[in-house]
């Protein structure tokens, strides 16, 4: 039997599957080019440098036709002097307008993706959380990088090559009516042949493409987590079992790649076939009219001059087309990603909450909350408590009793699904979501640090702090020496997600920064679960006056952390089943009991 991999979940990632209906090329393209409304003077010069560029490559090729069929079939060599002369001049002049045609889109380009990076980012960090509960990040990383780029070249190459081909095209079309209408006839019945073929390849392509897309998100999701979870697959060694998982995605990913450039294979060469069938039929019915005097030699030579400038950007549209299918699917992944709601979001009559004069921790009350993450299993049910301004609240329960479910729901990054939250007698729904988080510090379980130094990260919460509160801070948790011990004291480099310091060190920098924001609310979600002994014993001389005032929630496993709390709350699947001190629960002999029991067997083993 197959040894199943972590990564191979991803196949069944269902958010494209449920997305809406394909939208349509032509609403894709009038979203799309909003984007360039802010540089509307660039883009009308660009499209005068398009137009131009369009009827002055037909006029080359006009002049080529006109001087064959003038002063060379004349035999005036006076007459191809001038000719090749002005045919030199216009090449020159229509290269400088092709410089500045280039140019003009490759910054159009690079300026609408840099507003739609900024736009999709400013919208990812509004999201809610559940958004995250549901999305995996390699498929955000994919919407930001890969289908990004695909826009970019839709609006680069793809718009304006694209116009400056029609534009040839349709400026030849009017040379070949005024030059021979049954000539022009001829080329005119290739119009349906194209029109089945596009058809055709549309349907085939667009799919292949979506497809390929798709696999590039999985490819990046799984790739994603593999290095997020590098330390479970080693220690575990799943190296092999992951890259084999890891080999089936890319052998997907590659073989919707083959279907795309085998669709694009048989379209490109299709074009090409149809195109030289009728120069085969311009040639027999040119030929014959000259044999039967109805046409000039020198007016078919013409002619067909004429009529590359048809048949050349056929070919070159045909290129161009899975260019623009692929800049279509990836605009419209991005737009879905853009047009996704937030599961909530702040009411337009929200109301700030009042900061208090001396940092007075909140009144926050629990009425019969009910929660759920999926509307299908409850996870808090009929949750009812009061935490007065100044108590800590300690949560115990075993993993999955909803402790952390109530930090969530205090800190507002979900809204109960029934029931009343309230802080300082205002609905929590009722309040600027801004405003309640920027007086509240939260320290988890694994803290995330960001890259830069040990300076920065504690800053995080407060940037206009001074480097004296800073050292404070730090100072008032007892950690002062540990930090300047670090290779640059404050100023020691931390790599991406905090790599380079231990995990206890990493809690003791999410701690000052928590306590550095002064906040009134404080949620410590184990916080002290990562921290040694000795550590944890200087934290807890310093916790009694950080906790002293403000309004707490720790979730913790160690009693040193809840033994001294005002109120402790027992969960257990979802319902507060005992509530108390740690004196009064351990009287109660009921499952705190049992607990703290445990507590003491592990500290002793």
Known sequence: ??????????????????????????????????????YGK???????????????????????????????????????????????GLMIFTQWLFHFRIRYALELGEAVVHDIRNELFTHLQRMTMGFYDRTKLGRIVGRMTSDIDAIRIGVQEVVFVGLVQCGTMITGIALMIWCDLVMFGVVMAIAPILFLLHRQFKTKAGAAQRKMQESFSRVTATLAESVNGIRVTQGFAREEVNAGAFRELV?????????????????????????????????????WRVLHGQMELAAVVQFFFLANLVFDPIRSLGNLYNNSLSAMVGAERVFRLLDAKADWKDDAKAVVLPRSAHGAGCRVVFDRVHFSYDTKKPVLDDVSFVAEPGQTVALVGHTGSG??????????????????????????????????????????????????????????SRPEATIQEVVEAVGDLGFLDLIEALPGGFHAPIGEGGAGLSQGQKQLISFARALLAEPRILILDEATSSIDALTEARLQKA?????????????????????????????????????????????FEGIYRGLHDQFVQAAEA
Not at 70 to 83: L, R
Request: glycine residues 8%; positive net charge.
């Open 1 to 38: 039997m197959k040894t199943p991999a972590l990564v191979t979940h991803f196949d069944r990632d269902a958010d494209e599957r449920k997305a809406a209906p394909d939208l349509a090329m032509s609403a894709l393209m009038r979203r799309l080019f909003t984007y360039t409304k802010p």
């Open 42 to 88: 660039r883009l009308r010069w660009l499209y005068f440098l398009t137009v131009s560029r369009a009827f002055l490559t037909t006029m080359l090729t006009w002049a080529v036709a006109a001087v064959v069929n003038g002063p060379i079939n004349s035999g005036s060599v006076q007459g191809i002097a001038w000719g090749a002369a002005g045919y030199a």
């Open 251 to 287: 052998l997907d990913h590659s073989q919707f790649n083959s279907q795309a450039a085998r669709t694009q294979a048989l379209f490109l060469p299709a074009l090409d076939f149809v195109s030289q069938i009728f120069m085969a039929l311009l040639i027999f019915i040119g030929g």
């Open 403 to 460: 402790k952390s479910t109530v930090t969530g729901l205090v800190s507002k990054l979900y809204l109960p699904t029934g029931g009343k939250i309230t802080v300082d007698g205002l609905d929590i729904t009722a309040l600027q979501s801004d405003s309640l988080r920027q007086q509240m510090g939260i320290v988890l379980q694994q803290s995330f640090l960001f890259e830069g130094d040990v300076l920065e990260n504690i800053r995080f």
């Open 543 to 587: 916790l009694g006056t950080l906790l002293k005032g403000r309004t707490s929630f720790v979730v913790a496993h160690r009693l040193s952390t809840i033994r001294s709390a005002d109120v402790i709350l027992v969960l257990d699947h979802g319902k507060i089943v005992e509530r108390g001190t740690h004196d009064e629960l351990l009287a």
